[in-house]
C-alpha cells in the first residue's frame, strides 16, 4: 500500500484577537480610542472651556501645546524604547496623559488647561511611538499589516460619535466630564496591556552607535525642532496683522527647524534617500497633503454653501470611513507596499482635487463627501504601508527612533500646512474664501503630487 507524502498545510498567521494577541491588541486599541476620543471631541467642547475660562484666544495655543509636546515626546519615547525597551515609555506616556486629563478637568484659568494640553500631549507622543515599537517587537511581520488596519479603525468610532458626545457631554454635565470620563477607562486596557509589556521587552537589541543614538544630541534637536514648530506657527500666523515681527518669528522658526530637524530623521530623509529615508518622509506626505484641506473643508461648505456645523462636518465622517475601509483592504493579501503607497497618494491627490467641484456654479456641496471618502481610502491605504514598511525597513535597535521619525514628520507636515492654509485665508480674505480655498488645494495637490512621483523609492536599495 503506498503511503501519500504528507502535504505541509500552508502558513496561516496568527490572528490580532486570536489566543496569542487578543489582550494585547484590545489594550493597544482601547489606549488608542481613548486617546483619539479626547482629540476630537476637544474641538466640540472649546467653546464651552473657553467661556467658562474667559479665553477667547484659547483655540490655536490649546492645539499648538499639545502638538509641540507630543513632538518633543515622540522623540524621547523613541530614543527610550531603543535603549531600555518600550514598557516604560508606554506606562509613563499613560501616567502623563491620564495626568492631563485631570489637570484639563480642574483647570481654572486658561493657563493651567494650556499647561495641562501640554501635559496630555506629552503622554500621548510617548503611548504613540511605544505602540509601535510594541507591535514591532510582539506581533508577527506577517500581522503587522492588520494591527495597524486596526489602529486606523480606532480612529473611526471616536470620529463618528466624539464631536458630538463631547458636545452633549459638556451641556448636560459639564465640559470638564469630557476629561474625567476618560480617566477610568484606562484600566482595563492597562490590565490587558500589562503582559505583551513583559513579554514583548525580551533582550534588549544591540545599542545603536548611529547619530538618533545620542541622548544629549538627540534631546537638543527635539528642543529646536519642536520650539521651531510652534515659534514657525506663531510667526505665521501674524504674518497678516504684524508682518515685520511675524517675519522675524517665521524666520526664526525656520532655522530652529533647520537645526533640529534633519537630526531626528533616518539619513538623507530630507532628500527622498531610497528605502526608509524616503519611507518615513511619505508619512510627512501623506500627511501634510490630506489635513492640509481636510482642516477648511468645513469653512469652505459653511461659507459658500450655508451649510450647517453639523452637515459640513458629514464629509470629513465619511473620509473617516473611507481611511478604515482603505486600511482594511490593505489587510487581504501581501502587496507590494510601495505600490500601494503611490496608489494611496493618488487617491489623496484625486479627493483633494475632487473637492474643488463644490465652487463650481451649480454644485451641490455635498460633492465633497464622496471626495473624502475616496481622499480617506488613499490615506488608509497608503499611511498603514508606510508604517508596515518603516518597521520591516528598521534594525532592531532603530525602531524606536524611526517610530518617533514617523510621528515627527506627520505632526510638522499637518500643522505647517494647515497653519500656511490658515494665513492664506487670512491674507486673501474671509469674504472670498473661495480663492483661498482652491489656493489650498493647488498646494496641497502638489504635495500629493509629489507623493506619486517620489514614492517608488521607498523600496530597499538593491
Known sequence: MT?????????????IFGPDYRTASLGILLVVTLIAFEG???GAIMPAVSKDLDALDLYGMSFSAF??????????????????????????????????????????SKEVFIAAR???????????????????RVYDPAVRPRVFAALSAAWVLPALVGPGLGGIIAQTAGWWWVFYGIVPLVIPAMV??????????????????????????????ATATASGAGVLLYGVDRLHTTPVPGGIAT????????????????PRALRFGRGLPTTVMMRGVLSSAFFGVNAFIPLMLTKVHRFSVTEAGVALTLGALGWSTGSYLQTRRSYDRPLLVRIGATAVTSGILLTLLALVPGVTGWVTVP???VAGFGMGIGVTSVSVTAMRQSPDAEQGANSAALQVVDTLGSALTIGFGGVLINLIGHNDIATGYTTIIALTAAVGLLGVTVSGRMRDVS
Open 3 to 15: 503511503v501519500p507524502k504528507t502535504v505541509d498545510a500552508p502558513y496561516t498567521p496568527p490572528r
Open 40 to 42: 476630537m471631541s476637544i
Open 67 to 108: 502638538l509641540i509636546a507630543g513632538l518633543f515626546a515622540n522623540v524621547a519615547a523613541g530614543l527610550w524604547s531603543d535603549r531600555r525597551g518600550h514598557a516604560w515609555p508606554f506606562l509613563l506616556g499613560v501616567a502623563l496623559f491620564v495626568a492631563g486629563m485631570v489637570l484639563a478637568g480642574s483647570a481654572g
Open 118 to 136: 501640554a501635559v496630555q500631549g506629552l503622554g500621548g507622543g510617548a503611548v504613540i511611538v511605544a505602540i509601535y515599537v510594541m507591535i514591532a
Open 192 to 221: 490587558m496591556l500589562l503582559p505583551a509589556l513583559r513579554t514583548g521587552e525580551g533582550p534588549a537589541p544591540e545599542p545603536s552607535t548611529g547619530p538618533r543614538s545620542r541622548p544629549l544630541a538627540m534631546t537638543l534637536a
Open 251 to 266: 524666520a526664526a522658526g525656520l532655522a530652529l527647524l533647520a537645526v533640529g530637524l534633519p537630526r531626528l530623521l533616518p
Open 371 to 373: 471626495a473624502w471618502v
